[in-house]
């Protein structure tokens, strides 16, 4: 945080040309950071959006690998019915070649049970995810609903001459609110203005 805080210095003190914010043990202003729901929100909806994004990159490399998986097994099957229809038009199989029908059509069966099994996996797999995500819109719902009731990111108190910080999603959004708020501290007010 403390880089942070002297990055957001130096906008005002790059920007004025002289040093209006330095850094003190004895300093008048004091900065202070309390992690609210907001915060705990935005980290539960970082760590769940990551985890979605591993979770959807995973499904998505299972369902390709399935799609190739059955393709490679319908030319099997389409192979091995060509293979039994060519054995009835010539009236019938020899014994050798019967037997060798019956275990390819075993091994097609098996792999078959084998393909559903994986099916059934992908559906829970696609469901957990969408469980998931519902999930994460709900805590986003929630996050927004928070950030309606409280809007500010900072505050600066100009009785007690401090600036508290509530929440911040990522470092670059700290420095423009610890900027944002430093300048109130300057006695700035908010300007509609944006020319």
């Given at each position: 945080?403390?880089?942070?805080?002297?990055?957001?210095?130096?906008?005002?003190n790059?920007?004025?040309?002289?040093?209006?914010f330095?850094?003190?043990p004895?300093?008048?202003?004091?900065?202070?950071?309390?992690?609210?729901?907001?915060?705990?929100?935005?980290?539960?909806?970082?760590?769940?959006q990551?985890?979605l994004?591993?979770?959807?990159?995973?499904?998505?490399?299972?369902?390709?690998?399935?799609?190739?998986?059955?393709?490679?097994?319908?030319?099997?099957?389409?192979?091995?019915?060509?293979?039994?229809?060519?054995?009835?038009?010539?009236?019938?199989?020899?014994?050798?070649?019967?037997?060798?029908?019956?275990?390819?059509q075993?091994?097609?069966?098996?792999?078959?049970?084998?393909?559903?099994?994986?099916?059934?996996?992908?559906?829970?797999?696609?469901?957990?995810?969408?469980?998931?995500?519902?999930?994460?819109?709900?805590n986003?719902?929630?996050?927004?609903?928070?950030?309606?009731?409280?809007?500010?990111?900072?505050?600066?108190?100009?009785?007690?001459?401090?600036?508290?910080?509530?929440?911040?999603?990522?470092?670059?959004?700290?420095?423009?609110?610890?900027?944002?708020?430093?300048?109130?501290?300057?006695?700035?007010d908010?300007?509609?203005?944006?020319?």
């Amino acid at each position: 945080a403390t880089e942070s805080i002297l990055k957001a210095a130096n906008i005002w003190n790059d920007t004025s040309g002289r040093t209006l914010f330095a850094q003190s043990p004895a300093a008048l202003l004091k900065i202070h950071f309390i992690y609210d729901e907001r915060s705990a929100l935005n980290a539960r909806i970082q760590i769940e959006q990551n985890q979605l994004n591993q979770n959807n990159a995973t499904l998505q490399q299972q369902i390709a690998q399935y799609e190739a998986d059955v393709a490679t097994f319908e030319k099997k099957l389409a192979s091995f019915n060509t293979r039994v229809q060519q054995a009835n038009e010539k009236g019938g199989a020899t014994e050798e070649e019967y037997n060798a029908l019956v275990s390819e059509q075993k091994s097609l069966q098996a792999e078959n049970d084998a393909l559903d099994a994986r099916t059934n996996q992908l559906n829970l797999g696609a469901r957990t995810f969408n469980a998931n995500l519902q999930n994460l819109k709900e805590n986003m719902n929630q996050f927004n609903a928070k950030i309606i009731q409280k809007p500010e990111e900072g505050l600066y108190n100009p009785s007690q001459h401090s600036i508290t910080i509530y929440f911040v999603v990522d470092k670059n959004e700290l420095i423009h609110t610890l900027a944002h708020e430093l300048g109130h501290s300057l006695t700035m007010d908010h300007t509609n203005n944006i020319s």
